[in-house]
């Protein structure tokens, strides 16, 4: 593994070797350095192609730092933008028996016909097959790759290995919670690794947007889904991705580039839940122009609050309102009342304004967030995941909805999703929920009222008698807290990351 870094110069890349530890320069140069053509690329993207060669693990490895640039800086996560989530498919003899396995029955059983692998990944490929009933319905059937869960196991055990040995002696690594990061990965793969949750997602996904007319989910079939194998409706459609053969077909992509960009936004806002990898060949136009997606491995969820902070964010923007901009990141927490509301806006002005009196093709939403996040670092806003993701996702989306019609304007398309949130959550009829909640509130309030003066006692007594008594866990979350209100100065990252991958490829 070590060779393999070194060999696209990714385990210690030369733009950042001279601020590097002495020993961690010697093994680098103990281990070569690639004198190919990759080497030319930027340090991200030889990253990128060092983790490709070194397998799933590793791919799922640099797609979940690609949505996190605080650990390893903007650039280098938008160099691992571009891994490629795809590899050579499996035997067909193996996803047959693996069916079999799975249903307990033979394959023709559940199947009528089952075609060869039409998409492999990291994870999992997928089959066209006919079901067995006397109407056969087409399905497509998405399979593990075999042994995939052990072969996850030992690469995360490595991992975890390589995290605490960072943590032991860098300083840095402690400071990201390398060992944190790695858990959060192993959690997250562990769901993909179920194909019973992205059956769940997208049964989920179904339901909220049921009534989206421009939008559609493939129905699961159970009956034919488990741990290993998830059975869904076959969708006959043409890529989102070239508008020759959409025009072809009669559909108009002006209108889809903007059904894409409201549908994503309404997923966000309207029910905290949206499709997370909606690349071209995850979307598809079915004969009634809707817009149908596949592959629910990867979900995103934004919560009340983050669904408020992105809402108010972007309609502050639209409105040129910095200062309600400033005031919803103080509100939600992420900027610290340390800092100056005003003068956080004033920083906000100088992202925002530079974009007013350019033409809808020049101005793009995804890179106002990224512009967005590296302006709220300055003022020690730690990066929120949800909201990363978020990002990432309307890159891929706004890039695809102007291929489909490169005059879009995002924020035009974007208005009617924001204002029907503004209207659902800030209008009259909302702040009559708010007061009815706040009465059913003040009701189970007065339901504690005898606790409360049970407190109350309690606590005078203890004034009386020298002072409060802290539980040793209340004194130590005080003191976590006071230590995460400590401001940070984010320095050699990349260094860090080096030698952790240096560890874990001497570990490997």
């Known amino acids: 593994m070590a060779r393999a870094l070194a060999s696209y110069d990714a385990l210690l890349p030369r733009e950042y070797a001279d601020r590097a530890p002495a020993r961690l320069r010697l093994a680098a140069r103990l281990l070569g350095r690639s004198k190919k053509a990759d080497a030319k690329l930027p340090p991200g993207e030889r990253l990128a192609k060092a983790l490709e060669r070194m397998g799933p693990s590793a791919v799922k490895l640099g797609q979940f730092l690609a949505t996190r640039p605080d650990i390893l800086g903007a650039d280098i996560a938008r160099g691992l933008e571009s891994l490629q989530d795809r590899l050579p498919p499996f035997a067909e003899s193996e996803a047959r028996h693996i069916v079999e396995t799975e249903s307990g029955r033979p394959l023709d059983k559940v199947f009528r016909k089952f075609g060869p692998p039409v998409a492999a990944a990291s994870i999992a490929q997928v089959h066209e097959a006919e079901t067995s009933e006397e109407q056969p319905r087409r399905v497509a059937v998405k399979i593990l790759r075999p042994n995939i869960e052990a072969e996850f196991a030992r690469d995360f055990d490595a991992f975890r290995l390589a995290a605490a040995v960072a943590e032991r002696f860098m300083s840095e690594a402690r400071r990201l919670r390398l060992k944190a990061l790695v858990e959060t990965l192993a959690n ?8 019973r949750m992205e059956g769940a997602a997208a049964a989920e996904l179904a339901l909220n947007t049921r009534d989206d007319a421009d939008f559609r989910v493939p129905a699961i079939d159970w009956t034919r889904t488990s741990a290993r194998v998830v059975t869904s409706e076959w969708i006959d459609g043409i890529p989102l991705r070239d508008p020759a053969p959409l025009l072809a077909a009669g559909h108009d992509p002006k209108r889809l580039a903007a059904a894409l960009i409201r549908t994503f936004l309404t997923q966000a806002l309207r029910d905290g839940f949206f499709h997370a990898d909606m690349h071209p060949g995850n979307l598809f136009v079915d004969a009634e122009g809707r817009i149908c997606a596949v592959d629910f491995g990867i979900m995103g969820r934004l919560d009340p609050s983050m669904r408020r902070f992105l809402a108010e964010t972007l309609g502050g923007f639209l409105a040129r309102d910095y200062r309600r901009v400033a005031e919803i990141h103080f509100e939600v927490g992420f900027v610290p009342k340390t800092h100056n509301v005003d003068t956080f806006a004033q920083a906000l002005r100088a992202v925002g304004e530079p974009i007013f009196g350019l033409t809808a093709r020049d101005v793009s939403m995804a890179r106002l967030l990224e512009q967005l996040f590296e302006t709220t670092r300055r003022f020690d806003m730690q990066l929120q995941p949800q909201l990363v993701l978020l990002q990432k996702t309307m890159v891929v989306v706004e890039g695809l909805a102007r291929t489909l019609d490169p005059e879009f304007d995002i924020w035009e398309a974007s208005r009617p999703a924001l204002e029907n949130w503004m209207v659902d959550h ?21 339901e504690h009222i005898p606790q409360l003066l049970r407190d109350s006692e309690m606590i005078a007594g203890q004034l009386a008698e020298g002072g409060l008594k802290l539980h040793p866990d209340s004194v130590k979350e005080i003191a976590a807290a006071q230590v995460r209100r400590t401001r940070h100065v984010r320095v050699a990252i990349w260094i860090a990351a ?8 001497v570990l490997l």
């Open 188 to 195: 997250s793969v562990a769901l993909e690794l179920d194909l």
């Open 426 to 446: 800030l209008g009259p009829e909302a702040r009559f929920r708010e007061a009815a909640g706040g009465l059913s509130n003040l009701g189970r309030l007065v």
């Open 498 to 505: 080096a030698g952790t991958l240096g560890i874990l490829a």
